[in-house]
């Protein structure tokens, strides 16, 4: 965010972020239904859980565990981008208030600490740019993290199927309930091993040769499935300028 033609602190900012109406609007209406989704969902396990065997209701109890953790995700998510979205309305809210700044000369301030905070220089304006785009960083973090907690729960439910189905037609109930881990993760190990050789020796292996021919087909093998570098854009836009 940056000053504009405009008088100081009369309009916000053409930089401001794009979506910050929709991510309000968006975080107060998902805050009131997820505060009131885990009681259901408390509700709707305790009342299907007699009605499992051991084996489905493993299965159930780790869905529930999961699918909940991602619900508290996203309501704590959304509950904190709504403050830091209010700090963010009042700091524009003051300075259109007060564009001229800060009267020093009405504050009981020393001059070590008036030095002290001429020479970090925030300005206003400044601190509203950091509010903005903290709010939106912690609302599309919040929904990416949500999103990888569901994709989860599928994953983990399609392998206790796929386990389930295997244990009921060929008699191996030795699969249930730690074969479905042990599939998943045969199901991510040749990615897992693709990326880092890819990282490792990438620049070493010829661009023709049958390694990096293996390794592509590999990415677009698993690409098609949405599991990739490419399949969640925002956390790889977070990653690349914030760190892993």
Known sequence: MTENDQPPGSM??????PTWEMEL????????????????MDQAYLALRPRLDADWEGLVRLLFVYSKMS??????????HLALRGY?????????IYPT????????????????IDQRGIRIVDRIETADNRASIVFALGVNLALIMVALV??????????????????????????????????ALPYALAQQ???????????????????????RAYAKFGYGSDSNPTMRLLQSHAGE
């Not at 916000?12 to 972020?17: A, F, N, P, Q, V």
């Not at 619900?71 to 904190?80: R, W």
């Not at 963010?88 to 259109?96: D, E, F, H, K, R």
């Not at 020093?104 to 301030?109: E, I």
């Open 12 to 17: 916000l900012s053409k930089d401001t972020t």
């Open 25 to 40: 609007l968006i975080s107060g209406v998902t805050v009131f239904a997820l505060l009131q989704l885990p009681g259901v």
């Open 71 to 80: 619900v508290m995700l996203l309501a704590i998510a959304f509950v904190l």
């Open 88 to 96: 963010w309305i009042a700091l524009v809210g003051m300075n259109s």
């Open 101 to 116: 700044g800060v009267r020093w000369d009405r504050l009981k301030v020393g001059p070590i600490q008036r030095n002290l």
């Open 154 to 187: 599928v994953a983990v439910a399609m392998s206790f199927a796929v386990c389930g189905l295997l244990a009921r037609l060929f008699g191996w109930y030795w699969m249930l309930p730690n074969g479905a881990f042990v599939l998943l993760a045969m199901l």
């Open 197 to 219: 050789i890819d990282r490792r020796f990438g620049t070493r292996v010829s661009g023709n040769g049958w390694i990096a021919r293996t390794i592509s087909s590999t990415y």
